[in-house]
């Protein structure tokens, strides 16, 4: 009767530590949703009206160089007018070494950006110098706005 007991109990320990593997170091879930988070930044921050949403995987690889197997989750809106450089990007890569893919894409992205807009847009230029491209596990964003660290504490709501 112990041993049965004791092996209840041992499998119990062992359904309680495998309930908690579903987190990343950041307390990230793996089921957070990056339409909700994009449609908590829509409704919080006012956007431009020139503002596309990307619905295609297969676009990624047009703006970014992405692979969609890559691709686990994404969202992504853009500027379309050409002179604001506002963009929206988030990222659910299907593991960490895709993560880092993806991190190095939006960077060299941005670094495009920087260098199209600094001796053509000043203003476009020092608000992309205030961005940047973040990844925590499989998940990458890139705000490219004024108004970045507000959707950034949008996104930090979803995974605390």
């Known amino acids: 009767m112990k041993r049965i007991i004791a092996l209840i109990i041992s499998v119990f320990a062992v359904l309680s530590m495998a309930a908690c593997g579903e987190t990343t170091n950041n307390n990230q879930t793996a089921d957070a949703s ?10 919080q921050i006012s956007l431009s009206g020139d503002m596309m949403e990307i619905s295609s995987v297969d676009k990624l690889l047009d703006y970014y160089g992405i692979d969609p197997i890559d691709v686990a989750e994404f969202q ?3 500027n379309s007018s050409g002179v604001e450089q506002d963009e929206i990007a988030m990222i659910k890569a299907v ?27 000043p203003d476009q230029y ?8 973040e990844q ?21 709501s979803y995974f605390s």
């Open 136 to 156: 925590d596990g499989v998940y990458v964003y890139m705000f490219l706005s004024a108004d970045a660290q507000a959707m950034t504490d949008i996104y930090n």
């Open 34 to 43: 990056l339409e909700a988070i994009m449609n908590d930044i829509k409704g």
């Open 76 to 78: 992504v809106m853009m």
């Open 126 to 133: 020092a608000m992309l110098e205030k961005c940047s491209v």
């Open 95 to 121: 593991d960490e070494e895709a993560a880092d893919l993806i991190a190095e894409k939006f960077n060299t992205r941005l670094e495009s950006k920087k260098q199209q807009m600094k001796n053509y847009l």
